[in-house]
């Protein structure tokens, strides 16, 4: 254990940030710490590399797993400049990890005109009253990769 | 134009999804599509890369981007052989697409396993009362990223 408190993995999340602005990259960076480690840093790539996923919080998981091979995060603590978005949230339940820090609330972001209150309240609405309207169509033999999956012996289950 | 209806799309999601349970991922696909025209597959490869973020969906997204250039998928629909999670359901809104089209009701997933009814209930609680809670820190100076973008003349709103 590193004698650093969560407050100085934070500072070092704000610092990713603000570097990342200088490198072309949104004002957001997140750190993943394991063990008093930091495993993996990453920052806001969107527009840097044409990818509307490359949040922060998302290029920090899949870097963390990437250097502990694994593809969830348990154990491990997510530093993030800023609030989660919603799809950065997702990304963190799918990933597992024991506990999320952040400094900015979302109120600050909204300020710097980064708006996640719409999407948060998109997630009440059926899927066919969204901004980016989601339609079920029915296909026959739509469940045909969930038959094969069931039959496989070696899936790995997650 | 090509004469291919959004029942034969969502079909090649899916055949996208079988053919990646053989491939050793998960049993879900999703393609784009702009103009008739799909400019972009791809499958689940949470477990095969040791990424939890590797959803179709998001791999669909950021190949297209790739493909096309673009941090923003106005114009496209994305198909996908399941309904998307609230971590795909972020991604989406992100890249914005004109619309979105599925096969698989989430009801369908989780009878093979896969449960994402559990993230919706979480987005509803306050984020130090979810599973893997979020817990806002007091850092001086948190700001500094956001100051840093509103000075730059350059910066790239999305």
Redesign the interface.
């Known amino acids: 254990m590193s004698g650093r408190t969560?407050?100085d993995f934070?500072?070092e999340a704000?610092r990713v940030?603000?570097d990342?602005?200088?490198r072309g990259g949104?004002?957001?960076?997140a750190i993943v710490v394991r063990d008093g480690v930091v495993v993996a840093r990453a920052a806001n790539r969107?527009?840097a590399?044409?990818?509307?996923?490359a949040?922060a919080e998302?290029e920090v998981?899949?870097e963390a797993?990437?250097t502990l091979?694994?593809?969830?995060?348990e154990g491990c603590e997510i530093y993030s400049?800023s609030?989660?978005?919603?799809?950065?949230?997702?990304?963190?339940?799918?990933?597992?990890?024991?506990?999320?820090?952040?400094?900015?609330?979302r109120e600050?972001?909204l300020?710097?005109?980064f708006d996640d209150d719409h999407?948060?309240e998109?997630?009440l609405l059926a899927?066919q009253e969204r901004?980016?309207?989601?339609?079920?169509?029915?296909?026959e033999?739509?469940?045909?990769?969930?038959r094969?999956?069931?039959a496989?012996d070696d899936r790995?289950?997650?």
């Open positions: 969560k407050e934070l500072r704000i940030a603000s990342n602005v200088a949104g004002p957001f960076g969107v527009t590399n044409n990818d509307p996923t949040h998302v998981i899949r797993c990437r091979g694994t593809f969830q995060l400049s609030e989660p978005c919603p799809m950065c949230l997702g990304a963190i339940y799918w990933a597992r990890p024991k506990a999320v820090y952040y400094a900015n609330g600050v972001a300020k710097a005109g999407i948060y998109e997630f899927p901004r980016y309207p989601a339609t079920r169509l029915e296909i033999g739509a469940d045909e990769p969930f094969r999956w069931a496989k790995v289950e997650y």
